[in-house]
């Protein structure tokens, strides 16, 4: 018999209503599995013939409102809660995927993932009036914090967002400055800092303050993982970067995996990663410290991607990552030939589906100026207008939704001819 609606005896405890909003969530796109969610009950939607869909729509729209202002930073609290439910859920992205992308570990992103559900939860029950009793459990006052960002970090990180795309550092001359400044540290808590760099490291792309301090902040955490230890830093050459890695073995097994004060040290550290294009990847646990930081080297092709929807350029810097790419995004067509004169890109990607500004005037205009008129041009659009774009002066044309395999074999397409035509 199908419970009354509202009725307190048939009310899901928290966790209850977590595995539900779980379960529906990791079947939003299975219409027969999302008809039998005890969510449709509690929900009110059970006796509707489009309950799937309508409770699909519920899912998403929820999601999109926790979507954090244009202004936010990509590492607030309040972005992580979104774009892991996006990626997660309505992207359906695997748990590595996600964890890849917010440079954390799969282990670390299942606890960002319950607090993530948690935050959820709360704006449903909220939504629908549902008691008191469902919320027990959830920890609101944390919820509250998260979605709070604190101005001061934000201004005092805004300089890097306007830093030269041609800043430069070389870990040869960095890495040695870091270790000196966190040695006294190391000695008091009695730790051996052991270094090991590859030959021919390349020169890298990022701001040099930037580096040292993200460098400083992972390894003031790992001494403090390992009094009386030894903390192992190297770097090699990837392709289109370097990896540093950061290591150690905690030597109080059993110990919180990570303090307050650390966590905030982590948390810049990948907020300063992510402003300077490189990517972070962490596992802490009982038994060890390993942080995995990319950084991108100078060398890389920069490509220019205008496109007004926020999310897109989110996908596609994500398909740049550890590639030869460097990603430049920007939202407003007007301050693309700005950019364009700063970057000097090696391929431009064209959305013509812009609201503000015709995104085929823009492309004419990119022909015109002789800042872009050499530069080859990718126009990717849902609009199945391949001729159009062609005639227009495009180079290429990709249809969205695009793949990260195809989009990177258009962008490999264009800049082989273009060194093709220089020889």
Request: with cysteine.
């Amino acid at each position: 018999m199908r419970p009354e609606k509202g009725h307190e005896t048939d009310m899901p405890t928290a966790n209850q209503f977590l595995k539900y909003l779980r379960d529906a969530l990791n079947h939003l796109y299975d219409p027969d599995r999302l008809r039998h969610n005890p969510l449709v009950n509690l929900l009110g939607i059970a006796d509707r013939f489009d309950a799937p869909s309508r409770l699909q729509n519920i899912l998403t729209e929820a999601i999109e409102a926790l979507k954090p202002r244009g202004d936010e930073p990509p590492r607030s609290p309040s972005r992580r809660i979104y774009d892991l439910l996006l990626y997660r859920y309505v992207q359906q992205f695997s748990q590595k995927e996600v964890a890849d992308q917010l440079g954390v570990s799969v282990r670390h992103l299942r606890r960002e993932q319950r607090a993530a559900l948690e935050t959820l939860a709360y704006r449903l029950s909220a939504q629908f009036n549902l008691e008191a009793k469902l919320r027990e459990g959830m920890d609101v006052e944390a919820h509250a914090q998260a979605t709070t960002v604190s101005p001061t970090v934000n201004e005092e990180l805004a300089w890097l967002k306007d830093a030269s795309p041609e800043s430069s550092a070389d870990l040869d001359q960095t890495l040695p400055a870091v270790l000196d400044l966190a040695r006294p540290l190391a000695t008091q808590h009695g730790v051996r800092l052991e270094i090991t760099l590859a030959d021919a490291l390349p020169s890298l792309s990022v701001h040099p303050v930037a580096l040292r301090q993200t460098l400083l902040n992972l390894l003031s955490v790992a001494i403090h993982q390992a009094p009386k230890g030894q903390v192992r830093i190297s770097a090699a050459p990837l392709r289109w970067g370097v990896e540093i890695q950061v290591r150690c073995r905690r030597t109080i097994p059993g110990a919180r995996s990570t303090l307050d004060g650390e966590e905030t040290s982590l948390n810049m550290a990948r907020r300063l990663t992510t402003l300077c294009g490189g990517q972070l990847a962490l596992s802490v646990d009982e038994t060890a410290f390993d942080a995995n930081l990319f950084v991108p080297a100078l060398e890389q092709s920069p490509v220019l991607i205008i496109d007004d929807n926020a999310d897109t350029l989110k996908l596609m810097r994500r398909y740049t990552a550890g590639t030869r790419y460097r990603f430049f995004g920007v939202q407003d067509p007007e301050r693309a030939l700005h950019l364009a004169g700063r970057i000097s890109p090696q391929v431009i990607v064209l959305d013509v589906m812009m609201p503000q500004t015709d995104g085929w005037e823009v492309l004419g205009r990119l022909r015109q100026h002789p800042l872009t008129s050499h530069v080859p041009i990718v126009v990717c659009t849902i609009m199945a207008q391949e001729e159009l774009a062609l005639s227009l002066g495009a180079n290429a044309f990709i249809r969205k939704p695009v793949t990260r395999q195809n989009f990177l074999a258009a962008l490999d397409r264009q800049t082989a001819r273009k060194e093709q035509g220089s020889h």
